[in-house]
């Protein structure tokens, strides 16, 4: 076998001193630490063994030089860092954070697992220096967090010692004998998240346990993990291609888990911010969960039906709470479909006996048949806004809907903003004074749009939220008819019915504004959805527009500070106003 040629030069030392390094490498994963002598080092690299100790002062050097390159810790602790500013749930996130991507580098790492195997199999010079400079490094973290834990029953210095410990023992035993620890198997994926939870729930139970004044507020990427062991166990459910008739039994388990976690973690948030945020979280990756296991070509999807099962019990709990845009999955539509099948045929029935044009049944219809519709995403408000518009159909149909004028109202009071219902509705109109004289074209127009102004609100929502709302629809274009007739009043137009009022804000700023006021205990509005579309509904943005509910509720925390300042004057001038007629 030909020799390799021996490259010569200094412009070899940098791929030298590579080639050492990487034996060493590969020595501690086939041999373990024994194996690290000069003279297999050598072998290994193909190199003299003289340019170890030239480049490198000898083997102490070297090994040196592979741990400083190997040891992850060293760039943890300039990742990781607390100052004197921060408090309690700074110190439970950095140190969740760091422990949990301790674990898992770790696990990935046989060169590191080697090495702590090497430090603590043998007194060694090298490695006591290297867990020294470990500890001195971490002696910046437990500086911050000392204060915290003094004065308490709780050693955060021990709690965070025995997690180092039993990561790195668990670790070792199951890649060294693909053994298990008290049934935990490392080896596999979900004990792996089992494992980084409870790392979390450690931590949490020692700040809560040390009693400290501050509030531990949770935060979204920590509440994340409760779902990692779903999403993994979801994922290899959705790969079989065996189902059963019955529901996997760890996935039961997981919902039971999150039925009891999901309200203890909302109770745990401190404004209506955080809770929005966190259900949007929770409900989304149901929903996806769901989706993911639903087969619609199977009789039986118990799988799907218990991730819907969860997502039912937080819609009856937090009903007002979830956000609008959140998409619903296809199991909870087709469920929810047939029980609203049940009521539309009720519905249709009572509005048949009645002679309704059987057009405009098929109209009252869409929000029903939103459901059942495979290829359209139902979000929550379309959810929201069916219950309440079933609900009122029918209960008011029998009693107060004798022909179709009364169901024109009854809709408009529904906020049935739907485009083929103000189609209808203007084509009855236009029917209706076919033949009229000018004069009585305007009165009856004048007369439609009173009936409209007077009609009984039953909710602020509409059916089409980011719509113009069916009244300013039907007004709009009662104006233009009216406009378009003759002998129409002087200045009659649209601004005759808006009743809106007219601001100089943004609509950053005037939701802010309003959100001061509302905060301030000035407005006794029931819940934020209802205060928001009352905004909505009754002010206009500098720009002469009317902002989205939507809109002002996305805006009501606004944090820059440029919005509160373009208000400061405004509340200067009121306090100005005050203390003057104070004096």
Not at 294 to 304: F, G, S, T
Not at 339 to 349: A, G, H, L, P, V
Request: with cysteine; net charge neutral; aromatic share 10%.
């Amino acid at each position: 076998m030909a020799k390799r040629p021996r490259q010569k030069g200094i412009k070899n030392k940098p791929a030298t001193m590579r080639e050492f390094i990487s034996a060493v490498g590969n020595i501690l994963k086939l041999e373990g630490h024994t194996g690290l002598r000069v003279n297999r080092i050598a072998r290994y690299s193909g190199r003299n063994r003289s340019l170890i100790g030239r480049y490198f002062s000898g083997l102490a050097g070297l090994q040196r030089a592979y741990i400083m390159e190997k040891d992850y810790w060293i760039p943890f602790f300039k990742r990781f860092v607390l100052t004197d500013a921060d408090g309690i749930a700074e110190i439970k996130e950095t140190f969740t954070s760091l422990m949990q991507e301790n674990f898992r580098f770790f696990l990935n790492n046989p060169e590191m697992q080697n090495i702590i195997l090497w430090q603590i199999s043998e007194s060694n010079e090298l490695m006591t220096e290297i867990s020294t400079n470990r500890e001195i490094a971490g002696e910046n973290l437990f500086k911050v967090t000392d204060p915290y834990f003094a004065d308490t029953n709780v050693n955060f210095r021990a709690v965070i010692g025995l997690l180092l410990g039993g990561i790195y023992y668990m670790v070792l035993h199951a890649r060294t004998n693909k053994s298990v620890v008290s049934g935990i198997d490392l080896n596999e994926d979900l004990d792996q998240v089992e494992l980084s939870r409870t790392i979390e729930q450690i931590i949490v139970w020692a700040c809560t346990a040390a009693n400290n004044k501050e509030t531990i507020i949770p935060t979204i990427p920590m509440m994340n993990y409760q779902f990692e062991l779903l999403d993994t166990v979801v994922a290899q459910l959705s790969d079989r291609t065996d189902p059963t008739g019955t529901a996997d039994l760890m996935l039961k388990n997981e919902c039971k888990k999150l039925k009891r976690s999901i309200p203890n973690q909302v109770l745990s948030l401190t404004n209506e911010t955080q809770i929005r945020s966190y259900l949007k979280m929770v409900t989304t990756k149901l929903s996806e969960a769901a989706d993911l296991l639903y087969n619609p070509e199977r009789k039986l999807n118990p799988d799907a039906e218990l991730i819907v099962d969860v997502l039912k019990g937080i819609s009856r709990h937090y009903f007002d709470t979830i956000p609008n845009e959140v998409i619903l999955p296809k199991l909870f539509c087709l469920n929810e479909a047939i029980t609203y099948n049940q009521k539309w045929q009720r519905i249709k029935e009572k509005l048949g006996a009645v002679e309704i044009d059987p057009f405009l049944i098929d109209v009252v219809y869409v929000p029903f048949n939103r459901l059942t519709l495979p290829d359209l995403e139902v979000n929550w408000h379309d959810y929201k806004y069916l219950k309440m518009y079933a609900f009122i159909l029918e209960s008011e149909t029998a009693e107060l809907v004798k022909n179709e004028q009364d169901l024109f109202e009854l809709l408009i009071g529904l906020g049935y903003n739907h485009t083929r219902f103000s189609a209808y509705y203007t084509n009855k109109l236009k029917k209706s004074f076919e033949g009229f004289e000018p004069l009585g074209k305007l009165t009856l127009l004048e007369q439609q749009l009173t009936a409209i102004g007077q009609t009984t609100s039953r909710t602020l929502m509409s059916y089409c939220p980011n719509k113009a709302t069916v009244v300013e629809d039907l007004n709009k274009w009662i104006v233009i008819e009216l406009k378009k007739g003759e002998g129409t009043p002087v200045g009659l137009g649209e601004e005759i019915f808006d009743n809106s009022l007219n601001t100089v804000l943004t609509t950053s700023e005037l939701s802010c504004w309003q959100k001061l006021q509302y905060d301030a205990g000035i407005y006794s509005e029931v819940n934020v959805d209802v205060f928001t579309g009352k905004v909505s509904a009754n002010f206009k943005t500098k720009r002469g527009m009317r902002p989205s509910s939507n809109s002002v509720k996305s805006k009501l925390y606004g944090k820059e500070r440029e919005i509160y300042k373009s208000l400061q004057p405004y509340v200067n001038k009121m306090k100005e106003d005050i203390d003057r007629f104070l004096m």
